[in-house]
C-alpha cells in the first residue's frame, strides 16, 4: 500500500479516457459546457435534455439518497468528472437511480485500497451528483458522466444492503466578497495557468475555460478537480465551509506543485543538456577520426591500442595471460573512448603490461661476497647468516649441474622445482629481523621490498579486489612488484603475526597459497584473473610471537628463531654499528666524540633492559645530542664518554641489577623465575606471605589459569611434606597464605614458574631466605618432580642481563644450553635438577645447625 493517497488529477483522467476514444469525445464537450454554463452573467445556458436537474426543484434540506463510495477522487459541486462502475452492488444502485431522479450521492472512501469498504471506511462529507450519460462496457462495468450539485453531511445509513443509503443533509456554503477572495482568485488563476504551461496534455481550450471562471467557489472546485493532490488534501478543500479557506488551501497546493515541477523541469534540462553535450563531444570525435583517416594519421584511440598490443608482445606473458590480454584489448578497441568500461579495461590492461613477467635480477652467487655483506651489516645472527650461504650455494651448485641433473631427473609432471625459499624470522623487538632483510638483498644482489601486514584485516589486501567493483586494485602481493620491477625479490612481509582476523576476513588464509612453495608457481590475484609465477621469490617473514601464527601458515615457512643478545654483544654491536650512525645522523665528527667500554656497559645494565638493542641506541642518541648542544655552544670539542659522564648526560640509573635482586630475595618468601616473554625473557619475583586464617590461599598478580593451578601444586605439594620441613600439623588449619607476583598491570601464564612458586613457600614456612643470585625455572608435579619448560633460552639471556650467577633448570633442558653463547656460558653456574627436594637444596641458604635450633627456627617462622 502507497503511503500516500492521491486524488485523482487531469493527467490521471487524461490517461484514462485515452483508452477509449469515444468516451474521450463524449467526456470533453460534457466538461466545456458545463464550465461555459456555469459562468457568472452568461445568458446562454444550455438547455438539453442531458441536464434534467436544471428544471427540477432543489432537494430538501435533508433527505433519504443512494450513496456510492469512490475510490481514490473527489467530486466537487459544479463541476463534471467521468467514473467507472463494477462492483455487482455498485451496478445495481446505478441501475435503480437511473430508473428514477438520477441523483446519488458521492462519498470518498478513507481507504481506496479496499474494495468493498463499509460505512466506518467512509467519510462524512460528500456531494450530490447526477448522471448525465452512462456507457456499458462489453466487461460489464459502467462508465458514467456525472455532474456535482451540492455538498452533503451523511447523518446517518438507512440501509447497507444491497447498497448503501443514508440520510444527508445539505451543507451551504459560505461566499465571501472581498477583496481577500479577488485577491486569493487571482492567485490560483496564475499558479494554475503555470502548471498548464509546463504540463503540456491539458488541452488550452479547458485552460481558457478555466481561467475564464469568475465565481470564486466554482474557480477552486474546478481547479481542484483538475489538480492531482493528496486525496486527503482533495477532502479538505470539500469539507472547508468558507471559500477563502478553500482558496488558500488551494494556493498552498498549487504553489508546491509549481515548484516541483519547475526543479524537475530544471533536472530535466540539464540531463538533457549533458546528454547533448556527451552526443557534440562523440560527433566531434567520430569527425576527427574521419579526418585523420582522410590524411592517413592514427587516431588517439587507435595510437593507445597498437602501443598496448605492442607491449604485450614485449611483456613475456605467458600463454594464459596474454590470451587475457588480448581479449580485453580487443574489447577496448570496440569501444568508444567516452564510455565508462574503457577507462576500467584500460587500468587493466596497463596492469597486465606493466608487471615483470619474465624479468628477474641475476644472483650474486659468490659465497665469500654474501658473508662480507652478511657480518659488515650485522654482528652475530650466525644461523641466519648460515640459511642464507646455504641458499646461495644451492643455487651455485644446481646452475652449474644444471644440464647433468637434468639427465639423471625425470621430468615430475606434479611437482615443480622449488627456486625460492620461505623463511620466518621470530625474535623479540630490536633484534634486526627487518634490517636483516635488506642485507640478504643486498648479499645476494636481488631487489628488495617490504610490506607491513601488521593490522591488516582484509584478505582483498593480498589477493585484490574483483574487476566489478568501482575502483578495484591488484593487492598488495601484486603491487609491489610491480614497484620493484623484478619477479625474484627478496620479498620482506613484516609483522605477520599481527594480523587480524575477524568477519572483515581471514587475510591468513589468504597467505597460504603465496607461502606454499607447492602453489605460488600459479598464484592467482582476484584483480589480475591470471596466475602470476611466485616460485622464484625469497619470501622472508618477521614474527615477534610464532603462536601467533595460524598452524596451517607456520607450516608452510621455515623457522629461525633469532634471539636476544648478550651484554658483550650488545657493547660489539654499540661500536660497529650504532654509535656510528647515530654519530652521523646527529652531524658530528668521529674524533669529536669517544665512547668507553665501561660507558657502554653501564648504559646496558643501568638506562636499558632488553633483548635487542633499540633502546640501547636511542640512550646513545640522547649522549650524543647532549655533546652535540656542548659544541655548538663553544664549550667543548671532544667528549670522551664513561660511566660518569652517562651518569651526567642520562641522570640517575633505571635499574640496579644484583644489588636490587640481593634487597628483594633477604628476606624469606621471596624467590626469583625465569619467564619468556614475546620481548625476549624477563625475571620475575614471586613473593610469599602468611597471616591468622582458616586455611586460606590467595593468588594476585594477573596469574592466568595455568599459573594459578601451578600455584595450588605447589601449595598441595608443600602441604604435603609439612612434617619433613617441621611445619606444625596444624598449622595450615589457623593460617591464610598470600602468593603475588609483582608488576601487577602485566598478565602472566604458564607451568614454567611451579618450582619458583615451591620454592617461595618453603621459604615462607622455614625462615630460609632464598640465595640472592639464583633464578629457577621448571614445572612441577604432585609427586614433586620437575619437568621441562620451552624458551630456555630466552630465560637465560634474561637472567644473564639480570646478573644472576646461578640458574637452576629442569635436567632434561640440559641440551637446550647449546643455543647459549660460549661467554654465558662460562659466566653462570647452571643446577640441573630432577626434584623438587634437588631445587631447595641449590636455592635455599642452609639451615640452623643443630636440630634442635632449626626446630625452633620453624615454629619461630610457622607459628
Not at 487571482?186 to 488550452?204: L, T
Request: hydrophobic share 40%.
Amino acid at each position: 500500500m502507497p503511503a500516500t493517497r492521491w486524488h485523482m488529477g487531469w493527467e490521471d483522467i487524461l490517461q484514462w479516457l485515452e483508452e477509449d476514444a469515444a468516451w474521450q469525445e463524449a467526456v470533453m464537450p460534457f466538461l466545456h459546457r458545463i464550465l461555459n454554463s456555469n459562468k457568472k452573467g452568461d445568458e446562454n445556458q444550455d438547455d438539453a435534455p442531458e441536464q434534467p436537474q436544471e428544471s427540477e426543484p432543489a432537494p430538501p434540506e435533508i433527505f433519504e439518497i443512494p450513496i456510492l463510495p469512490l475510490r481514490g477522487t473527489v467530486v466537487y459541486p459544479q463541476t463534471g468528472t467521468p467514473l467507472t462502475v463494477g462492483l455487482p452492488r455498485s451496478v445495481r444502485l446505478i441501475d435503480d437511480v437511473v430508473a428514477g431522479d438520477r441523483r446519488l450521492g458521492l462519498v470518498a472512501s478513507k481507504k481506496p485500497e479496499l474494495e468493498d469498504p463499509s460505512p466506518d471506511d467512509l467519510y462524512t462529507v460528500g456531494t450530490v451528483a447526477s448522471i448525465h450519460r452512462l456507457f456499458r462496457a462489453p466487461d460489464g462495468t459502467i462508465r458514467l458522466l456525472v455532474q456535482g450539485q451540492q455538498r452533503i453531511r451523511v447523518l446517518e445509513y438507512t440501509q447497507t444492503e444491497p447498497y448503501f443509503v443514508a440520510r444527508v443533509q445539505v451543507i451551504p456554503e459560505t461566499v465571501e466578497d472581498s477583496l481577500e477572495v479577488e485577491a486569493l482568485a487571482r492567485q490560483v488563476r496564475e499558479q494554475f495557468q503555470a502548471i498548464s504551461e509546463m504540463v503540456s496534455s491539458i488541452p488550452k481550450e479547458l485552460v481558457a475555460s478555466v481561467l475564464a471562471l469568475e465565481d470564486p467557489l466554482q474557480l477552486a472546485y474546478t481547479v481542484a478537480n483538475f489538480q492531482r493532490m493528496p486525496l486527503e488534501d482533495a477532502q479538505e478543500i470539500l469539507e472547508l465551509d468558507s471559500v477563502a479557506a478553500k482558496l488558500r488551501k488551494l494556493l498552498a497546493i498549487l504553489t508546491h506543485e509549481v515548484e516541483v515541477l519547475e526543479l524537475g523541469q530544471k533536472i530535466q534540462d540539464e540531463a538533457r543538456s549533458e546528454i547533448e553535450k556527451m552526443q557534440r563531444e562523440y560527433f566531434l570525435r567520430e569527425q576527427m577520426k574521419a579526418i585523420q583517416r582522410e590524411l592517413g594519421e592514427e587516431d588517439e584511440q587507435t595510437a593507445e591500442i597498437k602501443e598496448f598490443r605492442q607491449k604485450i608482445e614485449e611483456a613475456g606473458m605467458p600463454e594464459e595471460a596474454k590470451k587475457q590480454a588480448l581479449r580485453e584489448l580487443e574489447r577496448l578497441s570496440r569501444l568508444p573512448t567516452a564510455a565508462a568500461e574503457y577507462g576500467v579495461i584500460r587500468t587493466y590492461l596497463d596492469w597486465l603490461v606493466s608487471l615483470p613477467w619474465n624479468k628477474v635480477t641475476e644472483d650474486n652467487l659468490d659465497l665469500q661476497h654474501a658473508q662480507e655483506v652478511l657480518d659488515k651489516d650485522h654482528y652475530g645472527l650466525e644461523d641466519v647468516k648460515e640459511r642464507i650461504l646455504e641458499y646461495l650455494a644451492v643455487r651455485k651448485l644446481r646452475l652449474e649441474r644444471k644440464e647433468a641433473l637434468e639427465a639423471r631427473m625425470p621430468e615430475d609432471e606434479i611437482r615443480h622445482d622449488r627456486e625460492g625459499a620461505i623463511l620466518c624470522f621470530v625474535g623479540p623487538p630490536g633484534v634486526g629481523k627487518t634490517s636483516l632483510g635488506r642485507s640478504i638483498a643486498r648479499a645476494m644482489g636481488r631487489k628488495f621490498v617490504r610490506i607491513s601486514l601488521g593490522g591488516v584485516r582484509d584478505e582483498a589486501e593480498i589477493r585484490g579486489h574483483r574487476r566489478t567493483y568501482i575502483g578495484a586494485m591488484p593487492g598488495r602481493i601484486i603491487q609491489a612488484l610491480r614497484r620493484v620491477g623484478t619477479r625474484n625479490p627478496v620479498f620482506m612481509l613484516d609483522e605477520i603475526d599481527k594480523l587480524v582476523f575477524d568477519f572483515h576476513g581471514d587475510p591468513a588464509s589468504a597467505l597460504l597459497e603465496v607461502l606454499d612453495p607447492e602453489q605460488n608457481a600459479e598464484f592467482r590475484d582476484h584483480y589480475l584473473e591470471v596466475a602470476f609465477d611466485l616460485s622464484q621469490v625469497l619470501f622472508i617473514t618477521t614474527a615477534n610471537y610464532l603462536d601467533n601464527i595460524p598452524p596451517p601458515l607456520r607450516d608452510r615457512m621455515e623457522i629461525i628463531p633469532i634471539s636476544g643478545y648478550t651484554e658483550n654483544e650488545k657493547v660489539e654491536i654499540a661500536k660497529g654499528y650504532l654509535i656510528p650512525r647515530q654519530v652521523h645522523e646527529n652531524g658530528l665528527f668521529p674524533e669529536e666524540i669517544t665512547f668507553t667500554d665501561e660507558a657502554l656497559h653501564t648504559i646496558i645494565r643501568s638506562y636499558t633492559r632488553e633483548a635487542g638493542v633499540r633502546n640501547l641506541e636511542r640512550e646513545i642518541g640522547k649522549i650524543c645530542r647532549k655533546v652535540v648542544r656542548q659544541i655548538a655552544e663553544g664549550k667543548t670539542e671532544h667528549v670522551d664518554i664513561t660511566p660518569e659522564k652517562v651518569r651526567e648526560f642520562l641522570g640517575r640509573p633505571r635499574y640496579y641489577g644484583l644489588e636490587e635482586v640481593a634487597q628483594r630475595v633477604s628476606i624469606p618468601g621471596v624467590a626469583i623465575g625465569l619467564a619468556w616473554t614475546p620481548a625476549g625473557g624477563d625475571i620475575l619475583f614471586v613473593e610469599a606471605t602468611k597471616m591468622p586464617g582458616n586455611k586460606g590461599f590467595i593468588l594476585t598478580g594477573s596469574l592466568g589459569e595455568v599459573m594459578q593451578e601451578s600455584a595450588r601444586a605447589a601449595l598441595s605439594y608443600v602441604r604435603s611434606r609439612a612434617a619433613q620441613w617441621g611445619i606444625p600439623e596444624d598449622f595450615f588449619e589457623k593460617t591464610d597464605i598470600h602468593l603475588h607476583v609483582p608488576a601487577g598491570a602485566q598478565p602472566k601464564d604458564g607451568p614454567s614458574a611451579g618450582v619458583t612458586m615451591v620454592t617461595a613457600l618453603v621459604s615462607l614456612l622455614t625462615g630460609r631466605a632464598v640465595k640472592p643470585e639464583v633464578g629457577m625455572t621448571g614445572e612441577i608435579t604432585l609427586r614433586g618432580q620437575v619437568l621441562p619448560v620451552g624458551g630456555i633460552k630466552e630465560k637465560v639471556l634474561a637472567a644473564h642481563r639480570a646478573d644472576l650467577k646461578t640458574i637452576i633448570m629442569p635436567k632434561r633442558n640440559e641440551a637446550d644450553l647449546e643455543d647459549l653463547p660460549d661467554e654465558v656460558r662460562e659466566a653462570m653456574h647452571f643446577v640441573f635438577v630432577e626434584t623438587v627436594d634437588e631445587v631447595l637444596d641449590a636455592a635455599l641458604t642452609p639451615p640452623p645447625a643443630s636440630d634442635e635450633g632449626a626446630k625452633d627456627h620453624a615454629e619461630n617462622h610457622a607459628g
